[in-house]
Structure formats: C-alpha cells, structure tokens
C-alpha cells in the first residue's frame, strides 16, 4: 500500500515536469484514475499493476526530458488563463491573431488582393 502511495506521488510529480500543458494535464488525470481503479484488485493483480505503474513512471521522465529538448517555449493559452493573464499584449499570436481577435471573430485566413 506505501509503495503504491509512493508511486501514485511520484508519477503525479514527474507529470508536472511535462512542458506540454495537454500532456502534462492528461497524464495527471490518468494516474488519478487508473489509481482508483486499481483500488480494488486482488493480491495477484496489484504486483501487476504497479509493475505497469513503474514502466507508466518511466514513459512520464522520458517525456517530460523529450519536451525540454523540443519546447519551444511558448505557454499555452490554458497556461496564461491559470496565471491569471488575460490582457492582449502578453498573450501569443496564433498565424498573427491574438487569441483575443480570433475568439472575437477575426479570420485567420486574409484575402490576397490576387484571389
């Protein structure tokens, strides 16, 4: 039960090593609940399941090291939402609209004055 705990914790905390908020979020959620699931195995099962929880462990540092090669630095707009940051000028520009324009109907896509 402690090294199912310890686990369940250390999956939790490489997950937030994750660059990638997507990611990051989905393999957090997953280990919730797959840890709840797996609450009422038998014996036999449970030497399983952490097994799997260790090479699940170890697909999650593999990661979080992949994206802090490949990150490119950017936030998310989720992550600027959570720090609280709404104003035009620190939010990035997808295609060169501001997530403020495109969610006010700008078009991403302008017209050429050769179409």
Request: charged fraction near 30%; hydrophobic fraction near 35%.
């Amino acid at each position: 039960m402690a090294a199912a705990r310890a686990l369940y914790r250390s999956i939790l905390r490489e997950s937030k090593g994750i660059a990638d908020y997507n990611f990051r979020s989905y393999a957090a959620r997953r280990a919730r609940v797959g840890f709840e699931d797996a609450r009422a195995v038998e014996a036999e099962d449970a030497a399983r399941l952490y097994e799997e929880g260790r090479k699940t462990l170890e697909m999650i540092r593999r990661q979080a090291l992949l994206g802090q090669w490949y990150n490119p630095g950017e936030q998310n707009v989720m992550e600027y939402l959570q720090l609280g940051i709404t104003t035009t000028e620190k939010q990035p520009k997808y295609h060169g609209v501001s997530t403020v324009e495109a969610e006010a109907g700008v078009s991403l896509f302008k017209k050429t004055s050769g179409s």
